[in-house]
């Protein structure tokens, strides 16, 4: 058995980019970018008002001013204004080069058919957006590995963009074993269970931008073999939940080798998730997550998701960690690392009652995992551990 640093230093060390697409910028969201974005324009490209009010030069401040003209946001004319001079203007619209300051229209006033500015704080250049303000011209907009949220894919949009490097989301297949395993929706008899391992892995994996394919399978040596075959032919990475563990009904270690799946390892020094598998062939990776479907998560975030955002080119694949002292003292054995479910507010963590590996309802509530190491028996009140918080 190897501890969970060797485990996660293996899976990093084995884990390969995938190849680069080009992807719609519009439907980029959850891609890590394969390549530095350099911006093709300026934003904003014109010096851009940021008010709804009056352009008109500063110089002028003191002075009742002629409103000779109105831009509207969108109006691409060249408008020019002289001495005493200034124009209507509304938010988004351009400032004619001619003026270098707006006033918002709240602090004006009409007097004789004239424009009094009435704005004591105003300055040079108030309530414009200068041209290149945003980003200029020729810059790096994005870094490479820069993951792209919902900001990310207005702001490749907002550049122009329409399509952007990115790394090709493995293909992924669950294949979830145990015959005691009924879909929900059925009628369960005594001895069988829902089978909830698929939904929420399928869920972690959709968060992450990625739709995989699902089969269940019962506990039959041929039928696992088969299912394991198929799904290494046709996908980038296999997840397998249950089975994996020394019951005679347990077969997915051997159908794995007989598929010709190289072990990389099996088994770590830590619970939840004692029995993970992690193997290779030449084109695919295998997880092969216990059965127990807190420990299947549990090992699903703290390794299967590191090798996913490796192949899409993450820089920092593994969960965000903060140190945070613990709110109640948390007896635990020595000889294995913990991951807890855990909820935190920032400052505090508090370990969810509900630790076994099969317990769902706290990992519903849990924001973070608690990390705390093999070395570790109990841990005091006050006491600060490693907090790992959850996507
Ligand atoms: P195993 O790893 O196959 O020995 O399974 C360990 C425990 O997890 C058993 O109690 C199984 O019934 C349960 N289990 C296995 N697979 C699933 C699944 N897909 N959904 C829910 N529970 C499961
Ligand atoms: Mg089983």
Redesign the pocket.
Known sequence: MISVQEAKNKVIENTNLSRIISVNASEALNYYLAEDVVAPVSIPLFNQSAMDGYAFNFEDIEQPLAVVEEVPAGDTREVSVVKGEAVRIFTGSRVPDTCNTVVMQELTEIVNGKLLVKDEGLKLGGNIRLKGNQIQEGSIALKKGTKINAGGVGFLSALGLTQVKVHEQPKVIII???S??IKPGNELLDGQ??????FMLEAALKDMGIQPAIV?VKDDKAETERVISEGLRNNDLVLL?????V?DY?FVEGALEKNGVKPIFYKIKQKPGK?LYFGKTDKVTVFAL????AA?LSCFYEYVSIAIKLMLGSLQPELSKLTLPIDRTYNKKAGRANFLKGLTDFKTVTPLEGQSS?ALQSFSLANCLIFTSEETATIKEGELVEVHLLP
Request: net charge negative; no cysteine.
């Open positions: 979830a074993t145990g005691e395993l269970i829902y089978e909830s391992n698929t269940v939940s249950g089975g994996i563990s019951g347990d029995p216990p059965g127990n479907p299947a099969d």
